[in-house]
């Protein structure tokens, strides 16, 4: 069995319940035969150490980049020693990831930062095959809100809500960003938690819950001032395969920084489908170009990634569509209650409607969106 290693972050606003989170994120996993490997979170790391903001005579530029360097070491590190573990399936567990940097500093700061250490924002933050956002408990759950359990935590409750927002914006734009919220208790918050790492990792299976919807064509500009909104463009090509199953490769990143996977999917019912995705060198994504079905249509569109009423929403704009749109959202199970974005004018869902899937779209012989 080939070495399967999964990288994921575990972020959030203070107080969200990361630490219990890390505990039975181990627990639960080590049942599933996964050997679990936990990177300590780098800020607390170094303020609990004596290397606070003051150490760097309050630039917090100069304090964030530090932690950056340092995450990226750590990170490096500790993917190597994994390889050599004689587990078969580890699960890498970062206590905060690179980008919760950004929360802290302005983005042309943290680009700059980037730009000092010859890094690409893409890159480092679709590095992690995963990312679970932990709401803080300042939100919706205010009565459980502390600093008592986190030495280097200084936010009372309104600044741990305005942390909160500020982290779940940074991680925006990436594949797989989920959000855990507080419409639940504690431990069943933590359940959640544990279930979408599930999903993710495909245990027992692998399971992809979504609902879609066609709609009004969203003001692009619009949607590019939001905070909470990052675009990627993605190419999407279809191979030549057996039965009734779709096989892909997608290009997905923007400005010449992508990363590349390799999809298959087969559909049980109209929610629900078996999904298998790894992520591909850019040298075998070319590979596999030379298997394009040339009968299906290349897809091309932007993804608008967006976080609203706690949910991760993706728009997909389409080179040929002028009025009208395609958005999804992925959920935890097929009851789940979700609030659209008020801004989004829906037409009608198409959740159902197999005709709106990218593979119908690719093998259509008139363009059904306006």
Known sequence: ???????????GGPCGGKSTGLSCIERALTKYGYKVVIINESATELILNGLDLNAYNGKQRV????????????EKLYYEACQNLPDEKILLVCDRGIMDCMSYVSKEDFMAILDQLGEDLIQLRDDYDGVFHLVTCAKGAEECYSRANNGARKENAQEAREADERTLACWAGHPHL??????????????????????LLGEPIPMEIERKFLIKKPDVKFLEQLKNCKKVNIVQTYLICDGDEEVRVRQRGLEGSYIYTLTSKKRLTPLKRVEVERRITQKEYL??????????????????????????????IYPYANETAIMEIELSNENEKIELPKFIEVIKEVTDDIEYSNYSLAKAKKNILK
């Open 1 to 11: 069995m080939e070495k399967k290693i999964v990288k994921i972050v575990l972020t």
């Open 63 to 74: 304090f964030e980049k530090n932690i950056v360097k340092l995450q990226i070491l750590k």
């Open 178 to 199: 989920r959000v855990i919220d507080n419409s639940t208790g504690f431990e069943e918050k933590i359940n959640r938690l544990i279930a979408e790492i599930c999903s």
């Open 287 to 316: 590979n596999y170009l030379n298997n394009a079905d040339t009968n299906l249509r290349q897809i091309r569109k932007e993804r608008y990634c967006l976080i609203e009423n706690g949910k991760y929403f993706e728009i997909d």
